[in-house]
C-alpha cells in the first residue's frame, strides 16, 4: 500500500510539474502542441496562428455572395489610392482584389504577393483575360514579401494576416518594402461581434490588430467599419 502511495504521488508529481512548465519557445513565438480546432499551435502575442486556407479552396474566394458579404468595390473605393501609386496585394489569392485594384491604378501597378505559386498561377491566366498589364505576381514565402525595399504606397491584406506562421517577419518585409509615408491597409473579421459567422481563429479584434502592429512602429491613422462583418484599419509608415 505504501509503494502505491509512492507511485501515485510521484505520477501526480509529474502531472503537476508538466503542466506547470512554460511552454517551448521560438523566437518570438511560443509553441503549444494541444492546438486548438483550426489552430496551429503557435502562439504570437497571445494570439494563436490559424491554419492557412489552400489553393484547393480557391473557389471559394470566387464565391458569389463575397460581393455582399466582403463588399469588395467599396472596400477599394475608401482606400484613397491614386492612379499612380504601387500597390502590394499580400496573400493575393486568386486575385479577387487584385484585379479590382489594378482597375483603379493605370499609371501605377499592383504587386500580387502569394506563397503559393498554384495561386499566382491562377491569377496570371485572370489577369490575361481581363487584359490588364499593370499586375505582376510576386512569390513570396511564409517569412519573406520579397518586396523591394521602399518601393511600395500601399501595402493591402485582405483575410490574410491572421494567418501568417511568422507575422513579426512577414511584418518586418512589409514595413521595409513601404515607402516612409507609406500605407497598410488591414481587413480582418471582427472578433468583437459573436455575429460575425466566421471561425474564432480566422477573427480578430481592432485592439490585437493595432497592438501588433506597433512592434513595428506603424502608427495607427483611422479604422472604417462600414462593412457588415469585417474591420478595415489604416497604418501608416512614418516618414
Not at 34 to 42: A, V
Not at 93 to 107: C, D, E, K, L, M
Not at 155 to 170: G, Q
Not at 173 to 189: A, F, N, T
Request: proline content about 6%; aromatic content about 8%.
Amino acid at each position: 500500500m505504501r509503494h502505491y502511495r509512492y507511485l501515485l504521488s510521484t505520477l501526480l508529481l509529474i502531472v503537476t510539474s508538466a503542466c506547470a512548465a512554460p511552454a517551448p519557445t521560438d523566437g518570438f513565438y511560443t509553441i503549444d502542441p494541444s492546438r486548438s480546432n483550426g489552430g496551429t499551435g503557435r502562439f504570437y502575442m497571445d494570439r494563436e496562428i490559424s491554419d492557412v486556407m489552400g489553393h484547393l479552396a480557391a473557389d471559394w474566394l470566387e464565391r458569389p455572395q463575397r460581393t455582399h458579404e466582403e463588399m469588395p468595390d467599396e472596400v477599394v473605393a475608401n482606400m484613397g489610392l491614386k492612379p499612380t501609386d504601387v500597390v502590394a496585394d499580400i496573400g493575393a489569392g486568386s486575385g479577387y482584389f487584385t484585379i479590382r485594384i489594378a482597375r483603379q491604378v493605370p499609371q501605377g501597378s499592383v504587386l500580387a504577393v502569394d506563397i503559393q505559386p498554384e495561386m499566382l498561377e491562377i491569377l496570371e491566366n485572370r489577369r490575361r483575360e481581363e487584359g490588364l498589364d499593370n499586375i505582376s505576381g510576386v512569390l513570396g514565402e511564409i517569412d519573406d514579401t520579397h518586396l523591394p525595399a521602399n518601393s511600395v504606397d500601399v501595402a493591402f491584406l485582405v483575410d490574410a494576416y491572421h494567418e501568417f506562421s511568422h507575422p513579426r517577419e512577414m511584418l518586418q518585409s512589409i514595413y521595409d518594402s513601404l515607402k516612409p509615408g507609406g500605407h497598410l491597409i488591414l481587413v480582418e473579421y471582427r472578433a468583437e461581434d459573436p455575429n460575425v459567422p466566421i471561425r474564432t481563429l480566422h477573427k480578430m479584434t481592432q485592439r490585437q490588430v493595432r497592438r501588433e502592429m506597433s512592434v513595428l512602429n506603424f502608427e495607427w491613422e483611422k479604422t472604417l467599419d462600414f462593412l457588415p462583418w469585417q474591420h478595415m484599419m489604416f497604418f501608416t509608415k512614418p516618414e
